[in-house]
């Protein structure tokens, strides 16, 4: 007598979780899509480019190795080259960062 009870006890909680989970995978399906890209640096420039500033630029450590600087900078080029749409000025702003970062110069502006 307690056999079959127990039989639609179990029936009817595994329908509620199946109900519930097929609720649950819509629900997250229907969410909006988060951005999955790295966030580069979202500011103004400073007068004179520090080293702080550039590290935030090229989306490196300021104590990044110079093949870790480079890789950046060629990444960070390649979306934003003036030859495919980008922007001169943010162009010489990414070179200015790769010189800062590899101690070619003490970030004294650009030519902008």
């Known amino acids: 007598m307690v056999t079959p009870l127990l039989a639609g006890i179990a029936v009817a909680s595994a329908a509620l979780a199946g109900r519930y989970g097929i609720q649950a995978w819509h629900a997250f399906k229907a969410r909006p899509p988060v951005p999955r890209m790295r966030k580069f640096y979202d500011g ?57 970062m590899l101690g070619k110069t003490k970030g004294g502006g650009s030519a902008f």
């Open 44 to 100: 103004g420039f400073q007068q004179t480019m520090t080293r702080r500033e550039a590290a935030l630029i090229l989306g490196v450590r300021e104590s990044a190795t110079p093949d870790k600087v480079r890789e950046a900078h060629r990444k960070v080029m390649v979306a934003n080259h003036p030859d495919a749409g980008g922007s001169h000025y943010l162009a010489s702003k990414i070179n200015e960062a790769k010189d800062v």
